[in-house]
């Protein structure tokens, strides 16, 4: 085994974390055949100066094979479950030890969609500690906890993963402690991924694969260490420069960063970004600025993109209602997904991903990180809407400036100063306010970009947003206006 005083930084790193388990799941149709890869499992011992030895391990890979066998109509779902286990077994001197180490479930891909109009969880995945608790809120993370019900009324609890991707933190700094030289103590954490049985025809998701990981930790993990290269999220994470990220304007919004959201996220802030990307053209098309979008960053493996410039003026209702959940859509949905999603094209729409969106709306406007907290974090108010199309969130327009700026109020004026996001326009944003029934906020170019609130029956400048699918993968190009970032179509 190898020791701590023997392994340099690096070396250490790559001793520590593991990855344990590959999850492959594929349904043809909406009961029948599925397709699964062979997993892989892995083992690592950390051994401490002192001689304690901590060690992780999975003992199994999670195989589920939906077929009209095992997933009959009118039947329960199917799942399959595996443990990763921590064991700790303290020195021979002492006999006691203490460490501390993370949990994490890694989606490296996922191509499962929601197959019902009112988007009924598909795969779920259950997760219970070693105290035998289930786990039901995750830290930085949006993943909804659902009660999924299968056709014969049973119900699966769990995170809805349906469409999720990217690393998911499932426990930080988890304690671990041992008494004995000759006993060790485990740790056991499960984790159960099923297929929702649903009562609806499923075969949108015929040939769906997930691929994922489970990694225990003595270090925390960054996405940028462990994600898939080739993928256009992990090209664009790997540029974050952990010694000056102010040389690129990316910075990573891990737990450390000074204000920042603190969602693992990777954004881009400050001004003469090198962040455009050609989207719905090819070739001497992409020099038409009407043809490039920029990056706000990468989000749970996605990259999220908004146009460069204007799309047009619209008024967000013209019954002055602001909630996304009227009975009746609002025309800023409408305008959004109907009217210029229409003009994309098919080959570029299916590049889009369909993302959850959360629009509950606040009323409060604070700094980036408190507005961040209230609007899409832990304080959101949890209504969502599930659409391909949005408008950048106050968070993202906040976290868009300069770091000294994120300590300003977003109400305070000039906060466009050294902020990519603005383009010296009224803007709409995407969140509501949840104390009237026909505001909404708009970046407001009287006072300099400041953030304020106008009436929904205003006309405003549009700038779509959207998240891109996680296997989207960059072909070329420097990320410059005059050499965006291209994507392999």
Known sequence: MLKFKEMDDKKKRLIIIVSVLVVFIGVTLA?????????????????????????????????????????????????????????????????TATYDYYVYFNIKSNNYTYTTEDYKPEIVLTITDPEGNLVTELANSDLEYVEAENADGTITKGFDITTASGLINIASNYEITSSSSTNATEQDWTFTVTFINLTTNQTENGGSTLDAEIILSKNVTNYHEICEEGTMACDIARLYNETSPETNGLYYHDADLANGAGDNSYRYSGANLNNYVCFGATGADCQDVNNQYRIIGVFNNQVKLIKSTIYGNYVW?????????????????????????????????NLISESTWQVGGISTLGTAKETYDVEVGAGQSGYVETMKIGLMYLSDYGYGASPEKWTTALYEENYGTDNWLYLGSDEWLISRSSDTSNYAFVVNSLYGGLVSLYNSLSTNAVRPSFYLESSVVLESGVGTQENPYRIKI
């Open 317 to 349: 209702d013209a019954d002055s209602v602001n909630a996304w959940d009227a009975s009746a859509k609002p025309d800023i949905y409408i305008t959004l997904n109907t009217t210029y999603y229409n003009i994309l094209g098919s080959e570029w729409q």
């Open 31 to 95: 009961y029948v055949v599925g397709q699964i890869s062979d997993g892989a499992i892995g083992n690592a011992n950390v051994t401490a100066d002192t001689t304690d030895n901590l060690q992780f391990s999975v003992d199994k890979d999670i195989s589920l094979n939906p077929t009209q066998f095992n997933v009959t109509e009118g039947g329960g779902g199917l799942s399959d479950t595996a443990v990763g286990t921590a064991t700790l077994l303290a020195n021979s001197t002492n006999e």
